[in-house]
């Protein structure tokens, strides 16, 4: 390979790997974002164990889409143990609303921010890779689809600058 060429390559490595690093970071973000705020609003419902739930909301919310059903159902259940069917009840329709909020807000706004990239970007590309592959494709949707949308920005830069458009 021609020096250039193992040059460009290198760079599109190196903004590959950091698309990559600020997705993690942005999961990682966005999961204790909804472990703290989880933790606070069942604390003021006095759930008990309102700290290890929101911890529990906060790693398995890393975990698309199952993660997050599975932790509201053991975090309701057990609730449902140690606070009565209401508070059970209550619990399960703040998580809902929380889950919604970041699953429709606080998640692509984090992702877009981080990522450079709109929100629905990112909740088009979940959709799309979730509907085409599952959970993995749910996994791996958002930052597939910034490195294609890197491609093709340098495609194109590339195309106007041969064309003197640039």
């Known amino acids: 390979m021609k020096p250039e060429s193992i040059s460009h390559l290198k760079e599109y490595l190196d903004r590959i790997n950091d698309i990559f690093s600020k997705y993690i970071i942005s999961v990682v973000l966005d999961g204790i974002i ?72 606080i998640g692509p706004k984090i992702m877009g921010n981080m990522l450079e990239a709109r929100p629905l970007l990112i909740i088009f590309a979940v959709t799309l890779g979730g509907g085409l592959f599952g959970v993995w494709g749910m996994i791996l949707s958002v930052p597939v689809a910034m490195v294609v949308k890197m491609l093709l920005e340098e495609f194109i830069k590339t195309r106007e600058e041969k064309k003197g458009i640039r």
């Not at 003021?44 to 739930?53: D, E, L």
């Not at 932790?71 to 609730?79: F, K, S, V, Y």
């Not at 508070?87 to 998580?95: C, E, M, N, R, Y």
């Open 34 to 105: 909804i472990g703290i705020v989880s933790a606070i609003a069942m604390s003021i419902m006095r759930v008990k164990y309102a700290p290890v739930f929101g911890l529990m909301l906060g790693v398995f919310n890393l975990i698309p889409y199952f993660g997050a059903i599975a932790a509201c159902i053991l975090t309701i259940g057990a609730t449902l143990l140690t606070g009565g069917i209401f508070k059970a009840i209550w619990t399960g329709v703040l998580l809902i609303v929380l889950q919604q909020i970041d699953g429709n807000f």
